[in-house]
């Protein structure tokens, strides 16, 4: 199973967004998807359509057991004739249990790759809260490789550096998880908004991977629990959802997943450069 966190210490820059995105499109591709989120706002569940799922992550987490996790897997409850990943559900019973894992001075950090071990899914997608504690950093113990999500506004590029520098002292540990790169999320149209694009263009460069634009639709099929190609013909859905395709084409060349089992189904048009509101 390959596996990806995605990381940033910054709250609000849409880390869950970014973790749907790619689960809908690596899922439409034919992958067998598995989301685990690890944030205790468990955003990641709800959108996923599941509200107070038990057993949780925090069951998971409760004990270093190998496997531990295959307990805790449920169907999403996404459209049943659409992209339709797995979830390990959330819980706010995890901002309890970081301070717990502290006590454990063996396994404090690699409990989440133990408890995945033997899942036999393609591809888990790990949504870590914004933070550098003990659960972010079981998720990029846990992880073949790493996304930082970000979006263009004031003093981005300092924490997107905070969290390259995270990630490079697990991997020089671990040898994994290796830098994807970053997303450049809610790309917008303002004047500010540009001038922070081209901040972080220029201070990332070749380490930027296809951004993904402000759109109404993305934010509408997370409130509804759905999937962007459930949408339909709502303006935006179809370009946001090519977005995140291109995203996922990307990722999956990364990962070493071949083209035929890796690259989302054509299921919608050229994406238009326009922005909607």
């Not at 590029?157 to 970053?182: C, F, K």
């Not at 201070?203 to 999937?227: D, K, N, V």
Request: hydrophobic content about 40%.
């Amino acid at each position: 199973m390959q596996s990806i966190a995605i990381v940033n210490q910054k709250g609000g820059v849409g880390k869950t967004t970014i973790t749907l995105g790619i689960a809908e499109a690596a899922a439409a591709s034919g992958l067998k998807v598995l989301v685990v989120d690890l944030d205790p706002q468990a955003n990641a569940s709800s959108g996923l359509g599941i509200w107070n799922g038990t057993p949780s992550i925090d069951d998971v987490m409760s004990e270093p057991r190998a496997g531990s996790a295959l307990e805790a897997i449920c169907p999403s409850r996404w459209p049943e004739d659409g992209p339709n990943p797995d979830l390990i559900p959330g819980s706010h019973l995890l901002a309890s249990r970081e301070p717990l894992l502290a006590a454990d001075p063996v396994g404090a950090q690699d409990r989440l790759r133990l408890a995945l071990a033997g899942i036999g899914h393609d591809l888990a997608l790990i949504d870590c809260p914004p933070s550098l504690g003990l659960l972010s950093i079981n998720g990029l113990f846990a992880a073949e490789r790493a996304v930082i999500v970000t979006e263009p506004a004031a003093w981005a590029a300092d924490g997107v550096d905070l969290m390259h520098n995270t990630v490079e002292r697990v991997s020089g540990r671990l040898g994994t998880p290796r830098l994807s790169g970053i997303v450049m999320n809610r790309v917008g149209r303002t004047r500010d908004n540009r001038y922070w694009s081209e901040q972080l263009e220029e201070r990332f460069g070749t380490l930027l991977l296809p951004q993904i634009q402000l759109r109404a639709a993305i934010a509408e099929a997370s409130g509804q629990s759905t999937t962007l190609r459930a949408l339909g013909k709502r303006p935006g859905a179809t370009e946001a959802a090519s977005q995140f395709d291109a995203l996922w084409v990307e990722l999956s060349s990364d990962l070493g997943f071949n083209e035929s089992n890796g690259r989302p189904e054509a299921a919608f048009e050229t994406p238009s450069t326009t922005i909607d509101s």
